[in-house]
């Protein structure tokens, strides 16, 4: 007969039955292994444990799957299954890797799942909160912990059946008072409750765990072991779990950042890094006596989303919240499986009653800690009140330190039976007590919160959800417009589509906050609608709603300033910090002279670079001209050669030899006379070095400082000398030997000649750190100035009231004139840096426009995913040389800026009619140039900051429209600019969400503005037009006889205008296709228009324009504005 294959998947061979196989003895063997039961189907021995693990994971998402709209706790669930599971290995031996799960080793558990938590917490927070909070989370962590463990062993001791020492009962106080920083805000993270209060439950979740574990181990050290130096003891473990920690996770946090900073967008190796340094962090901690988690609080908090590579932040924050769902699964599936195993003997009716009476217990020693602490809590910080207090004490639920250090104390050798039940009672009742407060107080929290008033949804706040879901029901209504146009889509049935898309209002209203939200009432004579006038208190919540949500909105400006690179990460995580920490303080809006702050704590520099400066450059070369005697000239020659300040470095470096020798007791005795001499000579070559300066600078000579040090130098050591000798032949003395040893160590005054060469190398790298610092500066206010910008289009979405809207226009425009102050006296004061962060910003730009255009050519195929990948490499390369750029560049002059005028476009002709046409003003803080509603006189070229402009007059201008009418003619050109200028902010302004400035990149060349005459109609939106957009002027639809007025978008309903003002300008955008094939022609009779109605379109448009929000002005290296005239005008603020 044939061998049969051995198949694992295949053997089906029932006990009894007698198959001859033609195998040899290894195959049989091979064959009992699959024996398991009365089958051969399994093999024995397999890692069942890992199967168990990916079975969990599974279950956990299959909980969270099937739980997620039930108030069910996943955790409970997962427990439960584990208690089946150890209940069901205690009355069978079929399960051995049960018992295996059962004797976890506590070291294990604690670094396989606590930094997980810890660091997921840590870096979770807001930091600039927890700043302001921390004597709060301290008076929590540390007292407040000490208090409760206090309070709960006393209590336990006297309340407990199990006749337990104080030392247990202490031990299981300690257990008990440490609450879960991860479980403990889960409950009420996203219902509306305030950063200050989850901030404050998780920092002292976060810090009473370090506490724990620190005084958990003290205090069971103390108690099993003996000690003879108990008080010495304690301080060396505090100084290394408390300041040793600290230390060590700042360390590891600042080597981290610059291992994230040299990490060129690579977001793999970023995870990995984050993932395994926070392991790797905790294990040393550990590892040489520190507290591991107090180091990752500091690294977690010390780190943030801006650390990392923009458009990392969403990804990292689930992957670790990925892993804390996982650690979380697997700790309550082990502590099942650990209690069902080891406590199951041990449970009967006393012991429930005892779990009820230890839950009850716990709630109410923390009731009291917190309330004998609010007094002082409610000085400090944020302040603290009674519902604060409450949501404290019912959210503090026990969790994984808990769990950890009762199976941790449970491991622990047990000399007699009643010792091992005592540790099992303890392991049992900390158990169910971290299962009780999963029920009981995760579910019945966000209640708590909600009864308590702390997440009400006020009036502003239901007014900002009604003008969203107002919005948004606008932006269904255009879309359905849109779509019944296409001719795909033409046919559906529409009505079912919109009752299918019907945005409901999510809160529940009553007539009165209807009545309230309508925001009108109406007439009892004429049945019109009327103005509904709020309240002054109304208005005030609607003002303070409204700020927080622009601080909102300037948070996520920072962050895509950051995304995009305008930002570095200094300066968005100080933007970004700095608007988190105006969350909290009422009516306050961030102002740039708070902002400040952070920048002028760092001018030391300045002041140490001046001071070294001074030493190596205070004498000016013309003081050290060469004498006219030939002596003395060759003297000034070998002095001022190279070779003779490196002879002289050469000398300090032999003579700092003996020096030290001096200092060995066993050298100096054997070898004093040698010692002796060479101080004889050494000095006599330090005289002749001052004595060959002196003779070549003459006067001069002691000007300089360093040869005023020489000098003490050898002052020093001629006294040195003299001393020697004085006292040789005298009876020695404590004076005399202590003044030879004074004199001795002012021979190590000539190593400090050492640093004469190296002192410019330190000021080199002193002013590459200013600039540094400067360039930090910089793009603070830039961020700042254009974080108010974008914040400024979405004031009419967010303030819902027209006296907020008011108010809020006036403090934006306030806050951004002050700081478009601060960055045009940096450009004055310092121009070399602020063009050098522009051309880095501009460069910048134009790779995320390459960026931005490969992604489209790969998403529509035109680039295959290979090639892509290969662009994208090179794009990259160029945006890593970014670094590289030199940190001061010289700026350009005022020709070579007319060169890069966009509407100049390099034209010779035209840049040289400029010339000499243009004037150049100077101008300083608080000169006007121009005032609102004056008719212009030109316009200025800015050229430097607010003190040079180069100015144009309108006379000037019109000459060069009427000798320039080539095509594309001057005036069209100036136009498109404007129109582009218009179109862009009205984008931003109707569309914030969307990259407009990458559009109108990508369609830059498919873009004119043709001409309107009033009473003419044009035709709009064929199909080769993508927008068309109303940059001045007014038009009429032709066929619905609405009216729109600039600037604004015309709809894609709109198929015909008429022109209804003298002057009206179309900015057109076709479609890549059709601008390909129409816009020459176009261009030329657009131009042709253009020189014949200049006259009459000029001057209104700097009328339009001084009236109208979207003014001449850009955002690039150029501005435009209208003048009086010529002279200036002093402000007289």
């Known amino acids: 007969m044939a061998p049969l294959p051995m198949n694992d998947a295949s053997v089906f061979i029932p006990r009894g039955h007698d198959v001859t ?79 295996h799960i059962a004797e976890i080793d506590p070291v294990l558990f604690l670094h396989l799942f606590t930094p997980v938590i810890i660091f997921t917490a840590s870096f979770e927070m807001d930091f600039y909160i927890f700043r302001k909070s921390f004597w709060q989370v301290l008076v929590l962590a540390v007292p407040g912990f000490l208090m409760n463990c206090g309070f709960l062993g006393w209590l336990t001791f006297k309340i407990n059946k199990y006749n337990w020492s104080w030392d247990d009962s202490m031990l299981f106080g300690i257990i008990l008072s440490t609450t879960d920083p991860i479980l403990s805000v889960a409950a009420v993270k996203n219902i509306g409750l305030s950063k200050i209060v989850t901030n404050l439950i998780k920092g002292e979740s976060l810090f009473n765990d370090a506490t724990t574990v ?211 009672m303890i392991l049992l009742h900390c158990g169910t007590a971290s299962l009780l407060t999963l029920i009981i107080n995760s579910t019945t929290v966000k209640k708590l919160v909600v009864t308590l008033g702390l997440c009400n949804i006020t009036l502003p706040k239901r007014m900002a959800m009604h003008n969203a879901v107002q919005r948004i029901r606008q932006m269904e209504a255009n879309a359905f417009s849109m779509l019944k146009l296409d001719r795909f889509l033409a046919d559906a049935n529409w009505t079912m589509a919109e009752d299918s898309m019907t945005i409901e209002y999510p809160y529940k209203l009553d007539t009165e906050e209807i009545r309230q939200l309508s925001k009108t009432l109406k007439c009892p004579d004429c049945d019109a609608d009327i103005a509904f006038e709020r309240s002054p208190q109304q208005i005030a919540d609607i003002m303070e709603e409204a700020r927080l949500r622009l601080l909102t909105a300037q948070i996520a400006s920072y962050q895509k300033q950051y995304n995009s690179g305008m930002l570095n990460q200094e300066a968005a995580q100080t933007l970004i910090g700095a608007a988190e920490s105006y969350v909290d303080i009422e009516g306050k809006f961030m102002n740039i002279h708070e902002v400040k702050t952070y920048w002028e704590s760092k001018g030391m520099l300045v002041t140490m670079k001046k001071w070294l400066s001074d030493w190596v450059y205070n004498v000016k070369d013309e003081t050290t001209k060469a004498p006219k005697n030939k002596f003395l000239r060759l003297c000034h020659q070998i002095v001022f050669m190279e070779e003779f300040e490196y ?110 060469l190296t002192l410019p190398t330190l000021i080199f790298v002193l002013d590459k750190q200013i600039n540094k610092q400067l360039t930090f500066r910089y793009d603070i206010a830039k961020g700042y100035v254009q974080g108010e910008e974008d914040i400024k289009r979405l004031i009419e979405q967010i303030s819902g009231h027209e006296k907020v809207y008011i108010e809020i226009t006036k403090i934006l425009e306030k806050n951004k004139q002050e700081a478009m102050k601060e960055l045009g006296l940096m450009q004055r004061d310092y121009p070399e840096i602020v063009t050098a962060v522009k051309t880095r910003q501009a460069v910048q730009t134009v790779l995320n426009t390459a960026s931005e255009t490969l992604k489209f050519m790969i998403s529509g195929g035109i680039v295959d995913r290979n090639e892509g990948a290969e662009l994208h490499k090179v794009i990259l390369v160029k945006k890593k ?150 940059v001045h002027g007014t038009v009429q639809d032709c066929q619905l006889g609405q009216r729109y007025c600039a600037p604004c978008i015309l709809p894609k309903t709109c198929h015909q205008v008429q022109g209804t003002s003298p002057a009206t300008k179309l900015l057109i955008i076709r479609s890549i296709e059709g601008g390909a094939r129409k816009s020459t022609g176009t261009c030329f009779n657009v131009c042709q228009h253009h020189a014949d109605r200049r006259c009459a379109t000029l001057g209104q448009l700097f009328s339009m324009e001084s009236r109208n929000r979207s003014s001449v002005a850009n955002d690039l290296d150029y501005t435009y504005m209208s003048s009086q005239s010529h002279s200036v005008r002093k402000n007289k603020e």
């Not at 292994?33 to 599974?58: K, M, Q």
């Not at 970023?270 to 507290?291: K, N, R, T």
């Not at 217990?361 to 409450?390: E, K, Q």
């Open 21 to 99: 196989l033609g195998v040899d003895n290894a195959a049989s063997e091979e064959m009992k292994d699959f024996s398991y039961g009365t089958f051969h189907i399994l093999r024995p021995n397999r890692p069942i444990t890992l199967l168990l693990v990916f079975l969990s994971c599974a279950v956990g998402a299959l909980l969270r799957t099937v739980l997620k709209e039930t108030k069910v706790p996943i955790l409970v669930v997962i427990f439960f299954i584990g208690l089946v599971i150890g209940i069901v290995a205690h009355f069978t031996h079929q399960l051995p890797f049960v018992k």
């Open 214 to 424: 620190i005084i958990f181990e003290l205090y069971r050290d103390l108690v099993h072991q003996s000690h003879q130096e108990v008080v010495k003891e304690i301080f060396v473990q505090l100084i290394l779990k408390f300041f040793a920690s600290i230390a060590f996770g700042f360390l590891s946090s600042k080597l981290v950042s610059y291992w994230l900073a040299h990490i060129f967008n690579d977001g793999i190796i970023e995870v990995i890094l984050s993932f395994s340094m926070a392991y790797v962090i905790f294990f040393l901690a550990e590892w040489f006596g520190m507290s591991g988690v107090i180091s990752l609080c500091m690294l977690g908090l010390l780190l943030d989303s801006v650390s990392f590579s923009p458009g990392m932040d969403a990804f990292l924050y689930k992957f670790w919240a990925m892993l804390t769902f996982l650690a979380h699964i697997m700790i309550y599936l082990i502590m099942g499986i650990v209690i069902a195993q080891k406590t199951f003997p041990y449970i009967n009716t006393r012991g429930f009653f005892s779990v009820i009476t230890v839950y009850l217990s716990l709630n109410l020693v923390r009731a009291l800690v917190i309330l004998t602490l609010s007094p002082f809590l409610s000085r400090l910080g944020y302040g603290f009140n009674w519902r604060w207090g409450a949501v404290l004490v019912w959210s503090g639920m026990r969790g994984t330190f808990t769990l950890n250090m009762a199976l941790a104390l449970s491991q622990t050798p047990s000399i007699t039976a009643a010792d091992l039940q005592v540790k099992t």
């Open 647 to 756: 002879i002289s470095t050469m000398i300090t470096y032999l003579n700092s030899v003996p020096i030290i020798l001096n200092f060995i007791t066993s050298v100096n005795a054997e070898y004093l006379p040698q010692l002796k001499m060479c101080n004889y000579y050494f000095l006599c070559l330090y005289i002749g070095e001052a004595a060959l300066k002196a003779l070549a600078m003459g006067r001069t000579y002691i000007y300089y400082h360093w040869n005023q040090f020489d000098l003490i130098v050898i002052v020093v050591g001629i006294i040195d000398v003299m001393i020697i000798n004085l006292f040789k032949n005298m009876t020695p003395s404590y004076p005399m030997i202590n003044t030879i040893r004074i004199f001795r160590f002012g021979r190590l005054l000539r190593v400090f000649r050492l640093f004469k």
């Open 881 to 1030: 040389h970014l670094a590289k750029l030199p940190p001061t560049i010289a700026p350009p002059t005022a020709q070579q800026l007319l060169h890069n005028v966009m509407w100049l476009q390099d034209n010779k002709n035209q840049i040289e009619f400029i010339q000499k046409k243009a004037k150049i003003l100077y101008y300083d803080y608080g000169d006007i140039i121009c005032e609102e509603g004056e008719l212009p006189q030109g316009i200025h070229l800015i050229v430097s900051g607010m003190i040079k402009t180069c100015f144009i007059s309108i006379d000037d201008l019109l000459e060069a429209f009427d000798r320039f009418l080539e095509p594309p003619s001057l005036e069209y050109k100036i136009w498109l600019k404007i129109a582009l200028d218009i179109a862009l902010k009205t984008y931003k302004e109707n569309l914030p969400n969307q990259d407009w400035s990458y559009k109108l990149c990508a369609q830059y060349s498919n873009m004119y503005v043709v001409d309107v005459l009033n009473h003419t109609k044009c035709d709009i939106y064929d199909e080769a037009m993508d927008d068309v957009i109303l």
